[in-house]
């Protein structure tokens, strides 16, 4: 099957621009998370989703984070304005739904550097 | 709130040597504990889980609830285990589980 697929994987930004992230999970997968990746450290998670409706977004920070995922497939990340501390990989992955045991699937990261 | 310490950031082993990766989380209820991996150049992937009790690419792991541990254990270490191993945690919440990774831990194996 295939995988997570990410699109940029790379973005060069200045600070006070604006970013946007792609993420197209498994097929099927009712689940979709993204995370942020500081060097150095595990993932964060920011935001998950379970079909259309988010699950925890505790940790994003809204005033200038947005994510959606319209018709429970693909979901978009939004960064506006970035902060050179958002520097980060920013790392999708999907499961099947969110249940006991869940495998999650990771894409291969959209690398942000803001300058 | 729901932490995964992982206090090593660099094991360095010999080719042969046994492997201990040290994972401690703190939750209050029963948790699903995760051990993903990522290899050079390579996606995160889910090494093992603790439900599963299962032993993959000879690596084990067992969680210890008096501890509030789940060590990944390997007792000969070989070169292709180089890589970066998360411990992960997810807690029930509203119906659903959320995750929560630890910073990792960087294994290499020297030949």
């Known amino acids: 099957e295939a995988g997570v697929a990410q699109s940029p994987r790379y973005k060069i930004i200045e600070k006070r621009q604006s970013v946007a992230f792609w993420c197209n999970p498994i097929s099927g997968h009712a689940t979709l998370y993204w995370y942020q990746q500081i060097l150095g450290q595990g993932p964060k998670l920011l935001i998950q989703?379970?079909?259309?409706?988010?699950?925890?977004d505790s940790q994003l920070p809204k005033d200038r984070f947005s994510a959606e995922r319209l018709k429970g497939v693909d979901s978009t990340l939004k960064i506006q304005p970035a902060k050179l501390e958002d520097s980060a990989v920013y790392l999708c992955?999907?499961?099947?739904?969110?249940?006991?045991?869940?495998?999650?699937?990771f894409g291969p990261g959209t690398r942000l550097l803001v300058l | 709130a729901q932490r995964v310490t992982q206090p090593e950031k660099l094991l360095s082993v010999f080719k042969g040597a046994p492997v201990e990766l040290k994972c401690n989380y703190s939750y209050s209820g029963s948790p699903e504990l995760f051990w993903y991996v990522q290899y050079s150049r390579q996606r995160l992937q889910l090494l093992l889980r603790h439900i599963s009790r299962e032993s993959i690419k000879g690596f084990t792991a067992d969680l210890n609830k008096g501890e509030t541990s789940f060590h990944l254990k390997k007792p000969f270490a070989q070169e292709e285990d180089s890589a970066m191993y998360y411990c992960a945690l997810r807690v029930p919440s509203g119906g659903s589980y959320i995750p929560t990774f630890g910073r990792g831990t960087s294994l290499i194996v020297h030949p």
């Open positions: 992955a999907s499961s099947l739904n969110t249940g006991v045991g869940e495998t999650q699937y």
């Open positions: 989703f379970q079909n259309n409706g988010v699950v925890d």
